[in-house]
């Protein structure tokens, strides 16, 4: 049996351990206005500095902007033990090439090769990518090829430059609502991913709900089948990855809704499609939302019940998240054994607001 100081130098490894394997991340997106050198990294351990572009011709990576060779540098002034990931990719245009990319074994190594080499000679310490979204059998195959060669390049370039290796991490639907989880590659994820981002957000929105408001990003859904909750307990009990390999999403924006009575203001209140704030438009970024609640003398209500916050002016109904959800989601993926949380994105936040309130919430 060892004696109590073994046993506490044990214990006190695992814990040194175990917090630094938790993800405290923000994507930071190169068009949002924050610059680099602004963000308060100390509220974090992972930043993805979003998004560099896959050409299609040659398989390559770009960077759009040259404020990525400066990214790391520049957050680790205030926080020198944050990790910056690369992220990839990313909604509409940004994931088109991935399809074709992923089918072919010469294409995909071209991408591997071309990803570690513009993350090493720019300072990142991971990748991350974030295919909106896999949507067929072949490229669920083939993201699951993907994954596993790319993880090969990884632990070979790092033997080979004996630095230490990269992280891989991936964005991923949050839910059956947003894409069928079914085309995900659990067994690959789970293998050669360091963790994935778990998108549980833009669930329901004005689009998609026109003659309704409705929460965008609830926890959870009492009055139906889809909610963070679901989507992440889809990801561990149909998709097959361990909850320790799962961050929970955080929207630092919302959806504004236009009211048909401005007196008939609640959760599920009769709407008429799209509303918009003077700042934000039809999808406000928090820092737009909390204006509007200064501003406009916007009413903000929290439901737990759904874990959501919506404010209300006129014929203006706006769903987001605030302190007391963004709060709340984090406690719940500390309680479910998740590795962490991450945020979209942290351009949107109103002077750290909801940082703070995540990363307190999480903990040291």
């Known amino acids: 049996m060892a004696n109590s100081k073994t046993l506490s130098l044990a214990i006190f490894t695992i814990l040194v351990l175990s917090a630094e394997a938790a993800v405290k991340g923000g994507y ?14 100390s509220y974090f351990t992972h930043l993805f500095c979003a998004f560099a572009k896959l050409d299609s011709t040659t398989n390559k990576i770009t960077l759009p902007s040259s404020s990525f060779s400066t990214f790391t540098q520049s957050v680790q002034k205030k926080n020198p033990s944050v990790k910056t990931l690369l992220s990839i990719g990313g909604g509409g245009e940004g994931s088109l090439p991935f399809p074709k990319m992923a089918n ?3 294409s995909r190594k071209s991408f591997i090769d071309s990803s570690i080499q513009v993350a090493r000679s720019n300072n990142f310490h991971g990748l991350d990518l974030d295919w909106e979204y896999p949507s067929s059998d072949t490229d669920k195959t083939n993201f699951g090829l993907l994954l596993t060669e790319w993880r090969t390049a990884i632990t ?8 230490t290796p990269l992280l891989l991490s991936a964005a991923v639907a ?3 609502q947003i894409s069928p989880l079914k085309y995900y590659n659990g067994e690959a994820i789970s293998k050669n991913l360091d963790w994935i981002n778990v998108m549980v957000y833009d669930l329901f929105i004005p689009s998609g709900s026109k003659t309704t408001t409705r929460p965008p990003a609830p926890l959870y859904n ?4 889809f909610s963070g909750d679901q989507g992440i307990t889809a990801w561990i009990n149909q998709v097959g990855v361990k909850a320790n390999k799962l961050a929970i999403g955080l929207p630092f924006y919302g959806y504004a809704w236009k009211l048909v009575n401005a007196n008939n203001h609640g959760l599920f209140a009769a709407a008429n499609g ?20 200064r501003n406009q003398g916007a009413q903000s209500v929290y439901n737990s019940s759904y874990v959501s916050n919506y404010c209300y002016s006129g014929s203006t109904w706006v769903g987001y998240d605030d302190t007391q959800s ?3 989601k984090v406690n719940y ?5 998740l590795l962490g949380y991450f945020a979209w994105q942290i351009g949107g936040d109103d002077r750290w607001t909801l940082s703070k309130a995540a990363s307190n919430a999480w903990g040291s």
């Open 28 to 41: 930071w997106y190169y068009d949002s206005g924050l610059d680099p050198s602004a963000i308060d990294s």
């Open 104 to 106: 072919n074994t010469t």
């Open 156 to 163: 070979q370039e790092s033997r080979t430059s004996g630095k």
């Open 174 to 176: 949050g839910s059956d």
């Open 222 to 225: 009492p009055g139906g089948q």
């Open 274 to 293: 799209e509303g918009s704030t003077p700042s934000g438009d039809g999808t406000p970024l928090y820092s737009d939302i909390r204006s509007f609640i």
């Open 326 to 328: 963004v709060s709340a």
């Open 333 to 337: 993926a500390k309680q479910k054994g």
